[in-house]
Each structure stands twice: as C-alpha cells, then as structure tokens.
T-cell receptor, first 114, second 112 residues
Framework: DQQVKQNSPSLSVQEGRISILNCDYTNSMFDYFLWYKKYPAEGPTFLISISSIKDKNEDGRFTVFLNKSAKHLSLHIVPSQPGDSAVYFCAAQDRGSTLGRLYFGRGTQLTVWP | KAGVTQTPRYLIKTRGQQVTLSCSPISGHRSVSWYQQTPGQGLQFLFEYFSETQRNKGNFPGRFSGRQFSNSRSEMNVSTLELGDSALYLC???????????FGPGTRLTVT
C-alpha cells in the first residue's frame, strides 16, 4: 500500500520558469516530510524538509509547502535551471513509531529545457 | 566531511549465491538505513540500525539481514539470491533516528 504518492511521473518546464512538484500522503501520523533529487546511477540527494508544525520552508530556489488538512505537499523550484533535471522523490516519516524509516513516493521526472 | 560510502558499487551474482554489501556512514552519524530500489517497486525500506541494534524492519523475507558495528558501519546480507533481488541497494545515514537521511551512491546488484 503506497502511503506516499506522486501522481505525476513526469514534468517538463522551460528554463527560468517555476517547477511545481506535488505529493500526497495517506498516513495522518506522518509528521516530517522531505524532498530528494536523484540523478541516474547516484543515490538520492537531500534537498529540503519540513516539519508538520510548519506550512512552508524555504531554502534558496527551493520552497516546500505543506497542507496538512489535504495531506498534500509541494516543492516549488524558482527559477528552474537545466541542472535541475532529475527525478524528485517525496518522502515522509512518522517520528513517533517508525523512526529511521522513510516512506517514498515513486518519483517525478523533471525535465528543464532551455 | 566525507559522504556515505558503499562497497562494492557493482556486483554480479548467480541465483542461489549469497552477497554482502557494506556501508560506511557519515562520520558521527549513528543511524543507518537500507533501501532497495527497483523500477517496479520504487524505493522500499529494508531495515534500520541504531547503536548496533535493528530498530525497524521492512516487509522483506528473512533472506535479507544486516548488522551494524560499534563504529556505526553497517553490512547487509542477502542469502539464496533470486532473480528478483536484482536492484540498486541504497544505504542512508542520519545523525539520529529522526530527520534527514543522507544516501550513498548505492550498490547495483545483478542476479543472473
């Protein structure tokens, strides 16, 4: 049972524009959320995280928004750059009972074209 | 600070054999988690070790096992390999059990 879902397998955006990647979750016990970027033949790279007590966290070009009532989070990348082209994974953690375990979505392939 | 390292990076094994993969976490990190990535299933949690004890286990058969040493380095073992075990095996470390996990480059295992 997929508890973290990324319903868009791919997204194509022009350089300089905003990229918005979406993620939904079903487990209301999740209280920490993370985004990772992955290039082929490499491990995922941590990008940004957000605790459930916040609704927004920003780090440079990356902003994550959390809507707990809708069980939805999104990653905004502004402005998008060709080097951002990669697979983006959303992950969630229940810090109460399953510490050390991340639940991942299936990923969204982002392509940023010039 | 050096990142998470995994050895070997690539491995080819035959059905029925066993394999051991190694992971060295970031210095000072005490928690090590293992994940399997396949095209069909995505990133699946295998297990997590903290203070040399397995704290959490995913839904994998008993052929998959692991351990953690006193220096936080970890190994995972897969016995009686099956074709379906072909995957990218990723190790991640974190300072404590909660929070961000930092991944190594992975070990690509091919079972023939």
């Amino acid at each position: 049972d997929q508890q973290v879902k990324q319903n868009s397998p791919s997204l194509s955006v022009q350089e300089g524009r905003i990229s918005i990647l979406n993620c939904d979750y079903t487990n209301s016990m999740f209280d920490y959320f993370l985004w990772y970027k992955k290039y082929p033949a490499e491990g995922p790279t941590f990008l940004i995280s957000i605790s459930s007590i916040k609704d927004k966290n920003e780090d440079g070009r990356f902003t994550v928004f959390l809507n707990k009532s809708a069980k939805h989070l999104s990653l905004h990348i502004v402005p998008s750059q060709p080097g951002d082209s990669a697979v983006y994974f959303c992950a969630a953690q229940d810090r109460g009972s399953t510490l050390g375990r991340l639940y991942f979505g299936r990923g969204t392939q982002l392509t940023v074209w010039p | 600070k050096a990142g998470v390292t995994q050895t070997p990076r690539y491995l080819i094994k035959t059905r029925g054999q066993q394999v051991t993969l190694s992971c060295s976490p970031i210095s000072g990190h005490r928690s090590v988690s293992w994940y399997q990535q396949t095209p069909g299933q995505g990133l699946q949690f295998l297990f997590e070790y903290f203070s040399e004890t397995q704290r959490n286990k995913g839904n994998f058969p008993g052929r998959f096992s692991g351990r953690q040493f006193s220096n936080s380095r970890s190994e995972m073992n897969v016995s009686t390999l099956e074709l379906g075990d072909s995957a990218l095996y990723l190790c991640a470390s974190s300072l404590e059990r909660a929070g961000e996990q930092y991944f190594g480059p992975g070990t690509r295992l091919t079972v023939t």
